[in-house]
């Protein structure tokens, strides 16, 4: 059973489905309009590898490399 996200071209809310067919109709949980757009999402696969090393993207937790904790940055405080 898959979990797709929609967004919902009326009010913009973005909602979770398990969605049991492909006939199946979903409408939106804030407005109840069926116009939805179905978005990509990222899933969740384990790998058959195991765990291993995470990899470095060069950026701290906004994206800047260095910016973590430093004064101003989005995670000082």
Known sequence: MPIYEYKCEDCGAVSEFIVFSADEEVA???????????LMSAHNTPSSSGPGPMPNFGGGCCGTP?????????CAG
């Open 28 to 38: 939106c949980r804030s407005c109840s309009s069926p116009k939805l757009t179905k």
């Open 66 to 74: 260095g910016s973590c904790g430093s004064p101003g940055g989005c």
